[in-house]
């Protein structure tokens, strides 16, 4: 009968030997359909903070204009930072920028923008394309779950501490808050 420390030395070795049969690299080429997910998710990564900005300039937002500008270069610089740190291997074993991901911080930062600046009317779209971004990125062997999502976090980071709400032309706030016996409805004016 083995004690229970050796059993437990067994597992540890057979679990690390899994983690390093799962980060071995995948070298296969892509099929055709996985080539234009990963082509179409790029070009949905640039699309995002263009759009982003298209919505904060037909609003005639300057404020959210340079909002985005700012925490989409924040965004995008700290990755960029990160990945020539972080030393990891890509997937597909190309090279060891994996890291995290720039395609989808580039993404996160308009999505992330039009969440804070506009709310979840606007942010919530945004959201699914950069996660369709995120998926388009790992099919296509260039990152991994966690690279796509430090680079959301990152993003969503900073627009957080740098991006305010938008203030409405006449200042009028409302919203929706529960109550114990029901609803309560909060109409605000600010001068």
């Given amino acids: 009968m083995r004690s229970s ?13 899994q983690q390093a049969f799962a980060f071995t690299p995948n070298k296969t080429p892509l099929s055709s ?5 990963e082509n179409l998710g790029t070009g949905i990564a640039i699309a995002l903070p ?3 900005g298209g919505i904060a300039y037909y609003k005639k937002d300057k404020v959210g ?3 985005l500008l700012v925490e989409t270069a924040m965004t995008v610089g700290t990755v960029y930072a990160l990945k020539n740190i972080v030393r990891e291997q890509r997937p597909d074993g190309s090279d060891f920028h994996s890291f995290p991901s720039e395609t989808t911080a580039l993404a996160a930062s308009g999505s992330s923008f039009l969440w804070r600046r506009y709310g979840w009317e606007y942010g919530l779209p945004a959201f699914a394309a950069t996660q369709f971004v995120s998926y388009s990125r790992i099919q296509a062997h260039q990152h991994r779950w966690y690279d796509t999502l430090a680079s959301s976090g990152i993003a969503a980071g900073y627009a957080y501490v740098l991006g ?4 409405k032309r006449y200042n009028v706030e409302t919203s929706v808050e529960p109550a114990p016996d029901g609803a309560m409805i909060r109409l605000s004016y600010q001068w």
Wanted: aromatic share 10%.
């Fill in 164 to 167: 305010t709400p938008f203030k």
């Fill in 33 to 37: 359909t996985e080539k234009k997910i």
């Fill in 5 to 17: 420390g050796a059993t437990a030395f067994a597992a540890f070795v057979m679990l690390c030997g």
């Fill in 50 to 52: 263009v759009v982003a």
């Fill in 65 to 67: 204009v340079a909002q």
